[in-house]
Structure formats: structure tokens, C-alpha cells
């Protein structure tokens, strides 16, 4: 079955610029994840979609980051104003939902490649 | 939240057994282990999880302290496929944010 989808798989980028990430997440999942992960380093939570619930935005590091997510579909995730230290690769994960064990399985799509210059 | 401490690497033989351990002292009584990894250029990918009782599936096993406080994931037969980051996280039971705190991991490399 399909999986997790991100796009674009690397962006490069100007100082400066704006960005837009894509994730189409698994259907059926309420769900929704952002992390980044800077290289060599851990993934750092970003935010969390549930259903239509607030999102939780606790994970984002500066007003220059935002998210939006349609319902219980797409996401995308900008970042305004570039600079060289938001390159990373940012992931997106789905999960079936809130309640059980089950929430906690993630299920992430391969990421986009942020390379700002 | 409480945290897992790992070592940074460690190497294994293909074919051969390998005990990849995790500490979690701090850990409380509605925290889940879970364990993922991360293959070369993809995202990380779920391999099991567990409260008290050792788990088992396709992928790997799951062997728990009895206090709770430590935890093996064991791959009974390494290949040159299971060469990745793997990455042992708590994750309470409730609460409605399941937000996964990825640490460093453990860099497993597999020879040949």
C-alpha cells in the first residue's frame, strides 16, 4: 500500500527565499507529524496535527516556520526567509490516531532535502 | 521525558546474533519502549515496541528488564540490510501528543 509521501525529495534554495514542503500521509491516518533532522543528528519534533484539533506547534523554532494541514489529508510546511541553518532534512510521519498503543507506530516518508545557500 | 541513553555504535558479523542494549532508568510506568530505525537516506521506520513482557515479530525481538530500567533489541540473524541507526525512545501511554524524542541512536554496522 502506499506509504508516506513527501515532495519535493531536495530543494535547493537562496538565502532569503521561501520554501514550501509537501506530505501526503497514509490514508486513513488522523495523525500528522513534522520533524527535522539536522545532519549527522536525531530527528527534532517540529508539530502535530490531530483530526481537528489544535495543532500542537510546541516544536517550532522560530515565527519564520509554519504548518497547515487540510482536514485530515495533505500538510505543508514553509519556511520564510531562509537561512543556512534551516538545512536539514525534514520528515513527515502519519499514525492512525490518538487513542491505543496504535498512536505511538509512526510512519514516516523519506524527507525532503533542505540545502540553503 | 524521560530519556534513553544508548552507546554510539557497534559492529556485527552478518549471519551472527546482535544485542543492541538501551538504558532507561528514568523511565515511568506508563512509558512504551519503542524501537525504530533509520536505513542510509530514508526515514526512520518503526521495528517493535513493548511495556513488561519481551515481544517478538518478524523484524526483531524485544527483551525487557524486569525493573523496567533497560531493554535489548535483539536481531537474531544480522544482514548487510539491517546496517542503519537504531533508535530506542519512551513513549507514555497516555496523553493525547505522541511527539517520538529521537536521540542519537546506535550506528550498527554489519561486516561482511
Known amino acids: 500500500g502506499a506509504g508516506v509521501s513527501q515532495s519535493p525529495s531536495n530543494k535547493v534554495t537562496e538565502k532569503g527565499k521561501d520554501v514550501e514542503l509537501r506530505c501526503d500521509p497514509i490514508?486513513?491516518?488522523?495523525?500528522l507529524y513534522w520533524y527535522r533532522q539536522r545532519l549527522g543528528q536525531g530527528l527534532e519534533f517540529l508539530i502535530y496535527f490531530q483530526g481537528n484539533s489544535a495543532p500542537d506547534k510546541s516544536g517550532l523554532p522560530s515565527d519564520r516556520f509554519s504548518a497547515e494541514r487540510t482536514g485530515e489529508s495533505v500538510s505543508t510546511l514553509t519556511i520564510q526567509r531562509t537561512q543556512q541553518e534551516d538545512s536539514a532534512v525534514y520528515l513527515c510521519a502519519s499514525s492512525l490516531g490518538p487513542s491505543g498503543i496504535s498512536k505511538n507506530i509512526q510512519y514516516f516518508g523519506a524527507g525532503t532535502r533542505l540545502s540553503v545557500l | 521525558d524521560a530519556k534513553t541513553t544508548q552507546p554510539n555504535s557497534m559492529e556485527s558479523n552478518e549471519e551472527e546474533p546482535v544485542h543492541l542494549p538501551c538504558n532507561h532508568s528514568t523511565i515511568s510506568g506508563t512509558d512504551y519502549i519503542h524501537w525504530y530505525r533509520q536505513l542510509p537516506s530514508q526515514g526512520p521506520e518503526y521495528v517493535i515496541h513493548g511495556l513488561t513482557s519481551n515481544v517478538n515479530n518478524r523484524m526483531a525481538s524485544l527483551a525487557i528488564a524486569e525493573d523496567r530500567k533497560s531493554s535489548t533489541l535483539i536481531l537474531h540473524r544480522a544482514t548487510l540490510r539491517d546496517a542503519a541507526v537504531y533508535y530506542c525512545?519512551?513513549?507514555?501511554?497516555?496523553?493525547?501528543?505522541?511527539?517520538?524524542?529521537f536521540g542519537k541512536g546506535i550506528t550498527l554496522s554489519v561486516r561482511p
Open positions: 525512545i519512551l513513549s507514555p501511554h497516555t496523553g493525547a501528543n505522541s511527539k517520538l524524542t
Open positions: 490514508s486513513g491516518h488522523t495523525a
